[in-house]
């Protein structure tokens, strides 16, 4: 089945480390997603990282995969106010591959200066 | 390099009437998928188009709702006789290749009264 998870929301102070948690059903997936979403705007591609990888890094954010746990992670260093928004996870399903994405429900992120 | 376009922003209808969404994807982006944002939830997959042909619309609603993308022009969404539940921002995406790093549009937010 197709079905992705995270936690609702998530508040930290200024300057301290961020981890958004998301976990997915579809062992097929071969890109996972991180997007963010600011208030009334649409989605913004963060980051992504394939399959067979464990970890990606782009600047202040780190991804983790633990793909036997299914389980993937969205770290931002120094987190900062204006980090604060909607973010996404998303996996794209192998199986049936039409190129569509399966969203989580978003973590809302709220920093506290 | 202009990023994916929607319009309108902003749609008012009343119960009855008709939608039309347009969506033009980034320059050189083939490959098109509409997503719906409910209220406090996630993105749900819509439908995916490559030019002139609907890939997968397996998650378009059966009736009132239909997708295209024309040799010339834009994607249109156009959702028939309205209904308050189709209340909703709708999210344009468009990519390169097959699924992969999808860029979104700002979206268009439809409100029925």
């Known amino acids: 089945g197709e079905d992705v998870e995270q936690s609702l929301f998530l508040s930290v102070r200024e300057g301290d480390s961020s981890v958004i948690n998301c976990t997915y059903t579809d062992s097929s997936s071969t890109y996972l997603y991180w997007y963010k979403q600011e208030p009334g705007a649409g989605l913004q591609l963060l980051t992504y990282?394939?399959?067979?990888?464990d970890m990606k890094q782009d600047q202040r954010l780190t991804v983790l995969l633990n793909k036997k746990d299914k389980h993937l992670s969205l770290c931002i260093a120094d987190t900062q106010t204006g980090d604060s928004a909607i973010y996404f996870c998303a996996e794209s399903p192998l199986s049936g591959n039409t190129g569509k994405l399966i969203f989580g429900q978003g973590t809302t992120l709220q920093v506290k200066p | 390099n202009a990023g994916v376009m929607q319009n309108p922003r902003h749609l008012v209808r009343r119960r009855g009437q008709e939608a039309r969404l347009r969506c033009s994807p980034m320059k050189g982006h083939s490959h098109v998928y509409w997503y719906r944002q409910l209220p406090e939830e996630g993105l749900k997959f819509m439908v995916y188009?490559?030019?002139?042909?609907?890939?997968?619309e397996s998650g378009m609603p059966k009736e009132r709702f239909s997708a295209e993308f024309p040799k010339e022009g834009p994607s249109i969404l156009r959702i028939q006789q309205v209904v308050r539940g189709d209340s909703a921002a709708y999210f344009c995406?468009?990519?390169?290749?097959?699924?992969?790093?999808?860029?979104f549009g700002p979206g268009t937010r439809l409100t029925v009264l």
């Open positions: 188009l490559q030019k002139e042909n609907i890939i997968d």
């Open positions: 995406a468009s990519s390169k290749y097959e699924g992969r790093e999808q860029f």
């Open positions: 990282i394939f399959s067979n990888m």
